[in-house]
């Protein structure tokens, strides 16, 4: 089941607010912050936006899918977000870090212990000439951790991730989706606050994408990680409970679920489809509205008592509740 209606999120200009005395700080609660995010990269003598004024919050302890056509903007959101990249402006935030103001050693410190990242390809992961449990203790050994402490924390996190028995295999000796589990075992080696992953199940069948995916749960529940997964699998987007879609370099929408239980004990997922309205007052509708009402260039608006009336230009029709709502 699935219901549309419009969320109201952070947007507008790329320059970074200050908030006015006493006024809260946009997103002062969330774990992720991005505001009015821009991108832009040269290309030659041709300058690329890849992000628009994206906004994003992400909370402690959520797992979110972050979709789009190619283009859109979500690997560039996943570079900026894992320190990988720096935004042209706005302003981007994971915990206490400035992703923008960083020193080059903060980002080091950054990388190493408040985000892990999974990439897409397996073989990109993980070190080849390694046991898994090997791969696993690398990152804390990095980080000064005790040879019995690194010994004791990788069993604990290939266990939980469901591959305990291949901890003295090497990366080869692996299937795709073993690989990817232990990927996410390294990722979650030095306890971060964030697992970002880019397309993690892109190279495996279904059911290796099903354990992979399972994993993630797990790092989410067993953990309290929070987990940002971009994907073009419907089939993984709809396993998390926010969807958050980028189209042209912002936030076009977002899809919340939800289990709900009837007077019979019987239990569903509903799908609620919210537009996203940032605080420049825009919204993007979404192509199939579009499309049915033959919505292009100039739109006039109707102010209602609980919503407001889009319609092609034109006359408005003469019964209200006819256009766009």
């Not at 004024?53 to 909370?59: H, K, N, R, S, Y």
């Not at 283009?71 to 402006?89: E, F, M």
């Amino acid at each position: 089941m699935t219901r549309r209606t419009t969320r109201e999120t952070g947007g507008g200009a790329a320059a970074v607010r200050v908030p006015r005395p006493g006024a809260a700080e946009y997103g002062a609660g969330a774990l992720i912050v991005c505001d009015s995010l821009v991108r832009i990269h040269q290309v030659g003598d041709i300058e690329v936006q890849a992000l628009q004024g994206l906004d994003l919050l992400v909370d402690a302890g959520e797992m979110i899918a972050v979709v789009g056509a190619s283009g859109a903007g979500k690997s560039t959101l996943l570079q900026i977000v894992s320190g990988l990249d720096v935004p042209t402006a706005g302003r981007a935030r994971v915990g206490r870090w400035d992703l923008l103001r960083m020193t080059p050693a903060d980002r080091v410190t950054y990388r190493r212990e408040v985000v892990g990242f999974v990439w897409q390809r397996t073989a990109r992961n993980l070190v080849p000439y390694l046991s898994a449990g090997e791969n696993v203790g690398l990152p804390m050994a990095f980080a000064g951790v005790r040879r019995r402490e690194r010994a004791g924390r990788a069993a604990d996190l290939l266990g939980m991730l469901g591959i305990a028995d291949r901890a003295d295999r090497r990366p080869a000796q692996l299937s795709g989706g073993e690989q990817q589990r232990v990927a996410i075992a390294v990722a979650l080696a030095n306890h971060p606050q964030v697992l970002l992953a880019d397309e993690p199940t892109g190279e495996l069948d279904r059911a290796s994408g099903s354990d992979v995916m399972a994993a993630m749960h797990a790092a989410n529940r067993e953990l309290g990680t929070t987990v940002v997964i971009v994907t073009h699998d419907a089939a993984v987007a709809e396993q998390v409970e926010r969807t958050v879609a980028i189209r042209d370099g912002r936030t076009a929408s977002e899809v919340v679920r939800r289990r709900e239980v009837d007077a019979a004990g019987a239990s569903r997922v509903v799908a609620e489809e919210y537009a996203v309205l940032d605080r420049a007052g825009r919204l993007q509708l979404p192509a199939s509205y579009r499309r049915s009402l033959d919505l292009r260039g100039r739109v006039r608006l109707e102010l209602e008592d609980d919503h407001v009336g889009v319609w092609p230009d034109g006359p408005a029709p003469a019964g209200r509740g006819d256009g766009a709502r």
